[in-house]
């Protein structure tokens, strides 16, 4: 994907309609033709929210905002704003609420989608008006219903019954193991989050100048086989390994394993989107909670990454004077990393090195989420825009950050500044961990 910056209006919206297509076509992907409508309807668990909402709250957002904020296009349907407010609704009470059932849902988003494509065209993208300067309320919308997309791909793990997703064709492609598997950071100041981009959510900024001092950082995040040692040495049993609340987690959770993860016999298997399968040992783990990943990195003798450790190995470098977009430069390249779909997994040790960092860091956007040691804040100067409900809601000590994306995220969200968050308890969600340590 070329610089936003560096198209004209012209190519902007070229390109804005073809990435609401692409991400409506993924949207429709994972709730059309996969399952039948009382599934689309039913709720798996209380973490999630019925298929069929997560369907109709992306047209609904996209009303909100590339319809009546956006063009002053006047409501299409008031009435269902509060259905599909997720903030007026806790998922575990979405299945009670008058939901617009599959087929009324489709009809809606595609009627809303049609209007903003016929009203695309009149939008200036005004650079005084910060709402659509650099088309970002439609980048915003491309990505809310992406991260959606991702939801859903959690929510179809956690259903019960045949699998209802295939396996895409192909794989990782080549795997060549890193010179090492930790790598030196060297101490210095590094501008942290978004500068010039214009679809960066509010969090990623303003960028700003961090001093760092020296550190180690993973070249690739922790394995199965890696967690499986932790957990073979006794890492559930052992209170020294855990923080407090982590240990009153394990203790009222019953947790001993990753999420999915069940043994039979002497082997530990896993259930991956309907089918159980042997945990492969070289894939990263996934499907952990940050306490867990606490407590491996305890273990093994050294600490999650702060989350302005996790992104200076990704988007600075030797000698470097600029951040990069991606871990491999400014523009997004296919075959770099896992993103998007392009495995129903996590990939394995030693796959995509041609999309290392600067510093020789692997698999840093992809594969996994990686749960960092850092609380979820506003950076210094933080402006909350276009509304306080996306970032500033959630800052404090109650949510911990998470950097690089999953194998479920799509590219366009998955840039080095990207902030995702969430309770140190969460399990369902596609994260895992690498480790650093401090330098001597």
Same mark, same amino acid.
């Given at each position: 994907?070329?610089?936003?910056s560096?198209l004209?209006?012209?190519?902007?919206?070229?390109?804005?309609?073809?990435?609401?297509?692409?991400?409506r076509?993924?949207?429709?992907?994972?709730?059309?033709g996969?399952?039948?409508?009382?599934?689309?309807?039913?709720?798996?668990?209380?973490?999630?929210?019925?298929?069929?909402?997560?369907?109709?709250?992306v047209?609904?957002?996209?009303?909100?905002?590339?319809?009546?904020?956006?063009a002053?296009i006047?409501?299409?349907r008031?009435?269902?704003?509060?259905?599909?407010?997720?903030?007026?609704?806790?998922? &575990?009470e979405?299945?009670?609420?008058?939901?617009?059932?599959?087929?009324?849902?489709r009809?809606?988003?595609?009627?809303?989608?049609?209007?903003?494509?016929d009203?695309?065209g009149?939008?200036?993208?005004?650079?005084?008006?910060?709402?659509?300067?650099?088309?970002?309320?439609?980048?915003?919308?491309?990505?809310?219903?992406?991260?959606?997309?991702?939801?859903?791909?959690?929510?179809?793990?956690?259903?019960?019954?045949?699998?209802?997703l295939?396996?895409?064709?192909?794989?990782?492609?080549?795997?060549r193991?890193?010179?090492?598997?930790?790598?030196?950071?060297?101490?210095?100041?590094?501008?942290?989050?978004a500068?010039?981009?214009?679809?960066?959510?509010?969090?990623?900024?303003p960028?700003h100048?961090?001093?760092?001092?020296?550190?180690?950082?993973?070249?690739?995040?922790?394995?199965?086989?890696?967690?499986?040692?932790?957990?073979?040495?006794g890492?559930?049993?052992?209170?020294?390994?855990w923080?407090?609340?982590?240990?009153?987690?394990?203790?009222?959770?019953?947790?001993?394993?990753?999420?999915f993860?069940?043994?039979?016999?002497?082997?530990?298997?896993?259930?991956?989107?309907?089918?159980?399968?042997?945990?492969?040992?070289?894939?990263?783990?996934?499907?952990?909670?940050?306490?867990?990943?606490?407590?491996?990195?305890?273990?093994?003798?050294?600490?999650?990454?702060?989350? &302005?450790?996790?992104?200076?190995?990704?988007?600075?470098?030797?000698?470097?004077?600029?951040?990069?977009?991606?871990?491999?430069?400014?523009?997004?390249?296919?075959?770099?990393?896992?993103?998007?779909?392009?495995?129903?997994r996590?990939?394995?040790?030693? &796959?995509?090195?041609?999309?290392?960092?600067?510093?020789?860091?692997?698999?840093?956007?992809?594969?996994?989420?990686?749960?960092?040691?850092?609380?979820?804040?506003g950076?210094?100067?933080?402006?909350?825009?276009p509304?306080?409900?996306?970032?500033?809601?959630?800052?404090?000590?109650?949510?911990?950050v998470?950097?690089?994306?999953?194998?479920?995220?799509?590219?366009?969200?998955a840039r080095?500044?990207?902030?995702?968050?969430?309770?140190?308890?969460?399990?369902?969600i596609?994260?895992?961990?690498?480790?650093?340590r401090? &330098?001597?």
């Amino acid at each position: 994907m070329v610089a936003l910056s560096a198209l004209d209006e012209h190519a902007l919206k070229e390109l804005i309609a073809d990435e609401l297509g692409a991400v409506r076509d993924r949207s429709l992907g994972l709730t059309t033709g996969v399952l039948d409508g009382a599934e689309l309807t039913a709720q798996v668990s209380p973490l999630m929210s019925p298929l069929v909402w997560d369907l109709a709250h992306v047209g609904n957002y996209e009303e909100l905002w590339l319809l009546r904020a956006a063009a002053g296009i006047d409501p299409m349907r008031p009435e269902i704003d509060t259905l599909y407010d997720a903030f007026e609704h806790p998922r &575990a009470e979405r299945p009670s609420l008058p939901l617009l059932p599959p087929e009324e849902a489709r009809a809606y988003i595609s009627t809303v989608r049609a209007k903003v494509l016929d009203s695309l065209g009149r939008v200036r993208f005004d650079p005084r008006e910060p709402l659509t300067a650099g088309g970002f309320v439609y980048g915003m919308v491309v990505q809310h219903e992406h991260q959606h997309d991702e939801t859903m791909l959690a929510t179809h793990q956690l259903r019960r019954g045949a699998p209802a997703l295939l396996d895409p064709p192909g794989g990782a492609g080549e795997r060549r193991a890193p010179a090492a598997g930790e790598v030196l950071v060297e101490a210095g100041p590094f501008v942290m989050g978004a500068s010039d981009d214009p679809w960066a959510y509010d969090n990623e900024r303003p960028g700003h100048v961090v001093d760092l001092p020296a550190y180690h950082i993973d070249t690739e995040p922790v394995t199965n086989a890696a967690y499986l040692a932790f957990m073979e040495d006794g890492g559930y049993d052992r209170p020294d390994w855990w923080t407090p609340a982590g240990w009153e987690w394990r203790d009222s959770s019953g947790k001993r394993a990753p999420a999915f993860w069940s043994r039979e016999g002497t082997r530990w298997v896993r259930r991956r989107f309907g089918r159980v399968e042997d945990v492969p040992p070289d894939e990263a783990v996934q499907h952990v909670c940050w306490y867990e990943a606490d407590a491996y990195a305890r273990w093994a003798g050294k600490r999650l990454p702060t989350e &302005a450790e996790w992104e200076k190995a990704a988007a600075w470098g030797p000698g470097a004077d600029r951040a990069r977009r991606y871990p491999w430069g400014d523009e997004y390249a296919e075959g770099r990393a896992n993103l998007g779909q392009r495995l129903l997994r996590p990939s394995s040790a030693g &796959a995509f090195p041609d999309g290392e960092s600067a510093y020789g860091v692997r698999r840093l956007v992809g594969d996994v989420w990686e749960w960092t040691a850092t609380d979820f804040h506003g950076y210094p100067g933080f402006r909350s825009f276009p509304y306080k409900e996306y970032s500033e809601v959630f800052f404090g000590p109650d949510y911990k950050v998470l950097r690089g994306g999953s194998w479920a995220t799509h590219p366009l969200a998955a840039r080095n500044t990207f902030r995702n968050w969430d309770h140190p308890i969460r399990r369902q969600i596609f994260a895992g961990f690498r480790c650093a340590r401090d &330098a001597a």
